[in-house]
Each structure stands twice: as structure tokens, then as C-alpha cells.
């Protein structure tokens, strides 16, 4: 098993920039990547950013060059740094953790981007 808490959603202007962490405990030495999803109102949820055990970090397209996923393996947490936010990316931010036996999932953080 593994427990994710996550931290860092508000409210911000657009333009503005926010930064999400998300700590694991538990089973956390079969982690084999650590990354963010959101949910945006009537949407399904979409992938954002992920990195791997070995470091690979893929974007989806529409936060490539704004969003900065980095890992620190000491601490086993996961941030999301987010630039330049725009209204469309106001929604629920979810950390995915993805294991041997499975996936795991954070309670979700709210990110509003309005002026």
C-alpha cells in the first residue's frame, strides 16, 4: 500500500503560478513512476506530467513549457510546479503513483485560475 498527501492548490490570477507537492509513504520502494493527473468540471481526467524511476519525464502537450514535474527521491515527493496558468487549467489535481502490485491515487487539490 501506499498513502499519497498532496498540497499547494488555491486560488490564483491568470498568469500566475502555483506549486503542488505530493508526499508517499508506505510501500514506496516499488515506486516505478510518480506523476499528476486533473479533472476539470464535466471533463474526464487527463494526464499532465509524469517522471519515472529512471528519471523520464513526459508532458501532456498542453502544459509543455508552463509546468515543471520534478521528484525528489530522498524525500519520496513529487512537485508540480506551474507557470503562466491560464483559466482552462483550473480543476482537481491528482498524484498517481504507479507500483508493481498498482496504482495509487491522491485525495485530489483544487487549482482555480480566475481574475
Known amino acids: 500500500q501506499v498513502q499519497l498527501v498532496e498540497s499547494g492548490g488555491g486560488l490564483v490570477q491568470p498568469g500566475g503560478s502555483l506549486r503542488l507537492s505530493c508526499a508517499a509513504s508506505?510501500?514506496?520502494?516499488?515506486?516505478?513512476?510518480m506523476g499528476w493527473y486533473r479533472q476539470a468540471p464535466g471533463k474526464q481526467r487527463e494526464f499532465v506530467a509524469d517522471?519515472?524511476?529512471?528519471?523520464?519525464?513526459t508532458y501532456a502537450d498542453s502544459v509543455k513549457g508552463r509546468f515543471t514535474i520534478s521528484r525528489d527521491w530522498a524525500k519520496n515527493t513529487v512537485t508540480l510546479q506551474m507557470n503562466s496558468l491560464k483559466p482552462e487549467d483550473t480543476a482537481v489535481f491528482y498524484c498517481q503513483v504507479q507500483t508493481i502490485p498498482g496504482v495509487y491515487w491522491g485525495q485530489g487539490t483544487q487549482v482555480t485560475v480566475s481574475s
Open positions: 508506505g510501500s514506496i520502494d516499488s515506486i516505478n513512476a
Open positions: 517522471i519515472t524511476s529512471g528519471g523520464t519525464i
